[in-house]
């Protein structure tokens, strides 16, 4: 859990820790008391506890656990400007007053895990190529070889059984909320169900977190459940009902710094790190644990931006420009995996912060590269090959520094820490680059090009929507702190938007079935209302 921008509560993390079903435990994210106002509550003073798929409530004395709202009912969310009249004094003037609308929750306060995928593993740029630097077969990952077998916990119940040894206390608001879901189990007509519903949260803490974490989250799960509808991703864990393959933090620690020493010695070949690389991002995938460890070890993170900056600078005689793409979009994609979802604790902060931050203003400038493929020597089909590999380097490129934002605008919200790691200064770092502005010009065609209204109706693959939102927000983000890149596509790329993008076509391309799909029309439109000077 976010540990360190969060006001530690001892008490509530020990009832957490017994009470809270392990697999719920290992999700938490956050967590702040708020003044709650549902259907059912009437403006209490609760812990709100963010995981990685949902809201859940526990009393201000913790006495019950409830999961309100999966992440998956959310429509949209936002800050409401107001002074609550049932507040007073500092605790009025400095409320934050956050907006839910969702769709009803059928069976609120089930099964705790019942609403998440099961994790699964999303083909990646460059896959197609993944063996050109691999000479030899390559093995499962040491940490998927090393883990040890435990039984799932159980889940969080509402249906009489409070599951894993939550307690009921018979005067609470929570007990009498879920006994009221229960009876009202099946009550609800179809149309009912649909109907949308609010939540609403006043934040009194100073300096509140709960809305940005609540963002983020909210977020990341809309882009993995959306992920997941991909027909390529094959599931990378057996059945919910089936145990689960579980590491121990020991382990993990151990086989983090055999790996973590391998990658960092010296005269270390370019297949084998290849190979190491691939291997850390497939144990970050399976375990979150690793994230953590990578931003408590001090090397790493230099280490892979050198990696990625080397890889630009390699002659043609050391490494193939296939070859050299592919390493580069291997740094870019594990960097992006650090990002998402991290713990952004002291040592995260320290790492990216040292020596001025100038790792991480080399990282930006390593990753912005010249749209435009050299022409070179190779046949038409070699020519081909890299024109695809140099498409997919650019994604993995706008998604890393998507991530990058995304993580800086958490952070501006965050209570003083003394650090510069701000929005305005990665855009201040990027604008001494050479291609910055061709870089972002890109960004902005691929997105025209994607909604092309003149093109077939099919829809966008999942990932391709994915892509589309993370695309939108990064322009949105960037026109709007950066005065060239905006006069730039304002000028140069106006009429294109004007022309190709028409927002009536937009669920032709974007299925409502996609969790992704509203959030990316609304931050199109933004983009769209900037790009045409709309009001």
């Known amino acids: 859990m976010d540990t360190f921008f969060c006001r530690r509560n001892s008490k509530l993390e020990t009832f957490l820790k017994r009470n809270a079903p392990r697999d719920v435990h290992e999700r938490l994210r956050y967590y702040e008391a708020c003044v709650v106002v549902t259907e059912e509550i009437d403006k209490v003073f609760m812990h709100v506890v963010l995981t990685d798929d949902s809201i859940y409530l526990t009393e201000y004395h913790p006495r019950t656990l409830l999961r309100v709202l999966s992440f998956s009912l959310i429509l949209h969310m936002e800050l409401i400007n107001d002074l609550p009249d049932f507040l007073s004094g500092k605790d009025q003037e400095q409320s934050l ?100 519903a609010e939540l609403h949260l006043y934040a009194v803490m100073p300096m509140s977190q709960i809305y940005f974490h609540l963002q983020r989250s909210w977020k990341s799960y809309i882009m993995k459940s959306t992920l997941r509808l991909s027909p390529c991703i094959v599931s990378s864990s057996p059945s919910s009902k089936k145990r689960r393959s579980t590491m121990s933090w020991e382990r993990t620690c151990q086989l983090f710094r055999q790996l973590s020493g391998e990658l960092l010695q010296t005269q270390l070949s370019l297949e084998r790190l290849y190979l190491l690389l691939q291997e850390l991002c497939t144990a970050t995938r399976h375990n979150p644990a690793v994230k953590t460890l990578f931003w408590r070890s001090p090397e790493l993170y230099p280490f892979l931006v050198k990696t990625l900056t080397e890889s630009s600078q390699l002659s043609q005689d050391r490494l193939h420009p296939a070859d050299r793409l592919l390493l580069s979009m291997l740094a870019l994609q594990t960097i992006s995996l650090m990002f998402g979802e991290t713990e952004k604790g002291p040592s995260c902060l320290s790492t990216l912060t040292s020596k001025h931050g100038s790792v991480t203003a080399a990282l930006l400038l390593a990753l912005v590269r010249d749209p435009e493929l050299k022409p070179n020597n190779c046949n038409s089909a070699s020519h081909t090959e890299l024109q695809v590999l140099q498409a997919e380097y650019l994604d993995a490129a706008a998604v890393l520094l998507f991530e990058v934002v995304i993580f800086c605008q958490e952070l501006s919200g965050t209570p003083n820490t003394g650090h510069f790691l701000t929005v305005a200064w990665v855009f201040q770092t990027l604008e001494a680059h050479p291609y910055f502005l061709l870089f ?31 695309r939108c927000h990064l322009l949105l983000t960037c026109m709007q702190h950066s005065t060239c890149v905006n006069s730039y596509i304002i000028t140069e790329l106006r009429e294109e938007f004007r022309y190709y993008v028409r927002q009536s076509r937009l669920e032709d391309k974007l299925p409502p079935h996609y969790p992704i799909s509203r959030p990316a029309r609304h931050v199109l439109s933004q983009l769209l209302c900037l790009v045409l000077h709309k009001p």
């Open 97 to 196: 007053h956050i907006h839910v609308v969702h769709t009803h929750a059928k069976g609120v306060g089930n099964r705790g895990s019942r609403d998440r995928p099961k994790p699964q593993s999303a083909v990646t740029p460059g896959q197609q190529y993944n063996y050109r630097l691999s000479r030899f077969a390559q093995g499962a990952s040491r940490f998927q070889q090393s883990s040890d077998l435990r039984s799932s916990p159980s889940s969080i119940s509402d249906d009489g059984d409070v599951h894993a040894g939550i307690r009921q206390a018979t005067s609470s608001v929570l007990t009498r909320l879920r006994r009221r879901a229960a009876r009202g189990k099946g009550k609800k007509t179809e149309e009912e169900e649909k109907k949308e």
């Open 440 to 470: 972002m010009a890109y960004q902005a065609q691929s997105v025209v090009l994607a909604l092309l209204s003149c093109s077939s109706e099919s829809p966008l693959s999942p990932s391709q929507a994915v892509l589309l939102f993370q």
